[in-house]
């Protein structure tokens, strides 16, 4: 089927409420996610003219339509459409759901979660600037919650944007409150940034269901509209490019931090499926973990994992009324890797605030170097980089950090030689604020020299290459010899001066081993 007589399709009313009898699972293949119907998404290739797709619907910034379908033919139209040599791509418009499991009313541990992280003490250094926007990706907030009223953005509601993204679930008011609820304000809970404002985009409906179109859309939207961190509490199976094409925008173009939960799939009955968009490049995906630094055992697990915040038992706010009686009704307890989520979300909301010219790669470079690493060592599949540190973060967002590699260098010789030799020593500066260096030898001495003597390191930039150089010069005898390199930061760094060890050995002579070449009688030529 060409696109020209793909343009003949009716355009056909397409309802954005997904109940369960407005779900598609299709009948092959077995496992496809679930996808909305009437609608399948359309790329041309660059220079075919958009006037082919009749009554499609154009996404901004991705040049992908929306295109209406005779419901049951979203999947024969999809693979038709990818064999005309005019489509870049064509997809189903997979649907994207909430992550949450049932809330669980223990409430003897009060915002645990904050105390798990140190933000007390993240915000003794900052609590957080109104110019941090976090777009919430979800199902609306409540514009009339005292703990969010004054932050809220007009925001957008996909769904019907004749109406206001006030939430009709109350999954994404949870999700605001942890990212942001008003602090120090005697009342409710404290969100991880007291100061950022907050962008609701209502991309999911009153059942928690939503498609990549309006995520894609929301995400593109949040995007042009102010947002410094994005949060998307939800996801889909469904490995969408039209999802992928928006985190490209969000993340390359807008420079925007985006965060996603992983799902909370990851211990029941072995499933454990990729999630999008926590599973796609440029987004930092979160996994769940409890009040013990454990793993969430819904957690979902992979390499898509980049760090952990608290997941279970999380205290947060509710749309009005709707909360435990023990909290006023406005009020009440959550577990999910939704509840994970905005905790990343929040503290990059904290790191741009003090400091704004953070890029985003920075920020999440900054969140995973000082993430408290469990399990493995290293990065693995349940933690990421580690369980979130609020206050070695933001600590470091407002500092430079000078490190070497190696820590001490050693040279030996023979008495007899006046080879000179160069060793390499790895400048680098873990920290958000730039700083310039010098370098001395203590105590000086005739045969060792550095080069360069001076130098500047940009925040998280590339690592500068210190020259250490051994001679033997006026020295005759056999021994060890010592002395260090000490690199100085200047201005507000951590770990300077920072003194590296350096040693050199000299010997009457090397002990050496040598292996007699043999030849074979028999070989060719002899």
């Known amino acids: 089927m060409s696109l020209r007589r793909h343009a003949g399709l009716p355009a056909l009313l397409f309802t954005l409420l997904f109940c369960s009898v407005s779900l598609v699972q299709a009948d092959e293949p077995h496992d496809l996610p679930r996808y909305a119907p009437g609608r399948v998404l359309v790329k041309l290739r660059p220079g075919e003219s958009v006037r082919q797709i009749s009554g499609g619907s ?50 003897d541990f009060y915002q645990w ?9 993240a915000w003794n250094i900052e609590a957080g600037k109104n110019d941090a ?37 109350g999954h994404g008011t949870r999700v605001a409150g942890i990212a942001a609820a008003i602090g120090n304000n005697g009342l409710g809970i404290a969100g991880l940034s007291w100061g950022a404002r907050i962008l609701p985009v209502k991309v999911l409906n009153e059942f928690g269901y939503g498609s990549v179109e309006d995520l894609a859309r929301g995400i593109i939207w949040a995007a042009d509209n102010g947002a410094r961190v994005i949060n998307v509490s939800g996801g889909t199976e469904g490995n969408s490019q039209t999802l992928q094409d928006a985190v490209s925008y969000a993340y390359n173009t807008k420079g925007v931090v985006i965060v996603a939960a992983v799902g909370n799939e990851g211990g029941f009955g072995g499933l454990n499926p990729p999630l999008y968009p926590a599973a796609l490049p440029g987004v930092m995906g979160v996994a769940a973990t409890d009040s013990n630094d454990r793993r969430a055992e819904f957690s979902e697990r992979g390499d898509f994992v980049a760090v952990a915040a608290p997941g279970v038992i999380i205290l947060s706010t509710v749309p009005r009324g709707k909360g435990s009686s023990a909290f006023g009704s406005d009020y009440a307890y959550s577990s999910g890797t939704s509840m ?44 990421g980089y580690g369980r979130i540190d609020a206050y070695g973060a933001v600590r470091s967002a407002t500092t430079s950090i000078l490190s070497s590699s190696p820590e001490s260098l050693g040279f030996l010789y023979e008495v007899s ?51 250490v150089t051994a001679q033997l010069v006026r020295l005759t005898a056999a021994g060890t010899y ?3 390199v000490v690199v100085t930061g200047l201005g507000n760094v951590q770990e300077t001066p920072l003194a590296l060890p350096v040693s050199l050995r000299m010997v009457d002579r090397l002990e050496k081993l040598y292996y007699p070449l043999v030849l074979h009688g028999q070989a060719p030529g002899w």
């Open 58 to 107: 154009l996404i901004p910034r991705l040049g992908v339509f929306s295109v209406p379908v005779p419901e049951g033919k979203e999947m024969e139209t999809v693979k038709t459409l990818r064999k005309d040599p005019e489509v870049e791509y064509a997809e189903l418009n997979y649907l994207v759901r909430a992550f949450r499991t049932p809330d669980d009313p223990l409430f």
């Open 417 to 467: 030689s006046r080879e000179a030799i160069t060793k390499s020593v790895s400048l680098a500066n873990l920290g958000g604020v730039g700083f310039d260096w010098t370098a001395a030898i203590n105590p000086t001495v005739p045969w060792l020299t550095i080069s360069p003597s001076s130098g500047h390191l940009d925040a998280l930039g590339p690592p500068q290459t210190l020259a």
């Open 482 to 484: 010592t002395a260090s």
């Open 113 to 121: 979660n904050l105390r798990t992280i140190r933000a007390e003490a």
């Open 340 to 383: 994970a989520s905005p905790h990343v979300a929040g503290l990059a909301a904290l790191l741009l605030s003090a400091n704004p010219l953070l890029t985003n790669k920075q920020v999440a470079r900054l969140i995973e170097d000082t993430a408290t690493d469990l399990g493995p060592p290293g990065k693995d599949e349940f933690f």
């Open 133 to 169: 926007v976090i777009a919430v990706l979800d199902t609306g907030v409540d514009y009339n919650h005292p703990d969010l009223a004054a932050k809220l953005l007009p925001g957008l509601n996909l769904l019907n944007q004749a109406d206001t993204p006030q939430d009709d679930n």
